[in-house]
């Protein structure tokens, strides 16, 4: 590759970076430096170029997704940008979540939640917006339960490394299985939330103007909704959510 393609395909690519610097960082704390996501971002753009193989059967876009967003991803892990405390209680939630789910039957109500947790409602939302920078990531993401404690980890990993891999893809499509069955599970409004944050790929502020609440009450929806899925995945993918 000539040094004007590749430097052609960033440019043709680099609102990519943004796109997936805004979905991350939408709903980050204050403290964390978007710039610093973007250069990030754009470091995996230039990492997914230089190693893109066309024989492989992904387009360049896919594949630079998956590079972006796993820089992004160990940039957001060096600065420790969400308290361990407010993880902790992440997880927590997702664990007490599956285990009330499992005991009722049904998706529990945020009332047994809250009871569940020892909390009056007021305290319970209050733990939602706490923990819903905890859980404003990729669904995927959201899902990987213990990456929480990767903190001190700093792979360079290829998503090539995985294609053709039988095992590996015999996981992805068991996770997938179980995060479509575990979204079909979920209340109405949640659902609702799920498929407009990422099918349509709505804001959180313009999903309460769809559904007419305000940007708060959406964060309270999407940090339960995601509370239950993580807890579902670690149930039924046999993985122990970490203490």
């Known amino acids: ?11 043709e690519h680099v609102r990519l970076v943004h796109h997936i610097v805004g979905r991350i960082g939408a709903h980050l704390p204050e403290n964390v430096d ?5 250069s990030a971002g754009i470091l995996g753009l230039i990492k997914a170029i230089d190693r893109y193989d066309a024989q492989h059967g992904a387009k360049l876009a896919t594949y630079a997704s998956s590079v972006i967003r796993g820089e992004v991803m160990e940039s957001l892990r060096s600065k420790d940008w969400a308290p361990r405390s407010v993880r902790r209680k992440a ?5 007490v979540a599956a285990a009330l789910e499992y005991r009722l039957g049904r998706p529990p109500a945020g009332d047994e939640l809250a009871d569940a947790m020892g909390m009056d409602i007021d305290d319970y939302h209050r733990l939602l917006e706490e923990t819903s920078s905890a859980t404003l990531l990729s669904l995927e993401e959201a899902l990987s339960v213990g990456d929480e404690d990767r903190d001190n980890e700093a792979p360079d990993v290829d998503p090539w490394d995985d294609f053709g891999d039988p095992a590996l893809q015999m996981e992805e499509e068991d996770v997938k299985r179980v995060l479509i069955e575990a979204v079909d599970r979920l209340p ?3 659902k609702q939330v799920i498929g407009l944050y990422y099918q349509d790929e709505l804001t959180l502020k ?9 940007e708060s009450r959406i964060c309270q929806i999407h940090s339960q909704a995601i509370s239950r899925l993580r807890g579902i995945a670690a149930r039924e993918l046999s993985v122990a959510v970490p203490k």
């Open 1 to 11: 590759m000539t040094k004007a393609e590749r430097e052609r395909l960033i440019s």
């Open 34 to 38: 978007r710039e610093d996501l973007i």
């Open 91 to 95: 997880r927590e939630l997702a664990k």
């Open 188 to 190: 109405d409004r949640e």
């Open 206 to 214: 313009e999903i309460g103007e769809v559904l007419g609440v305000t």
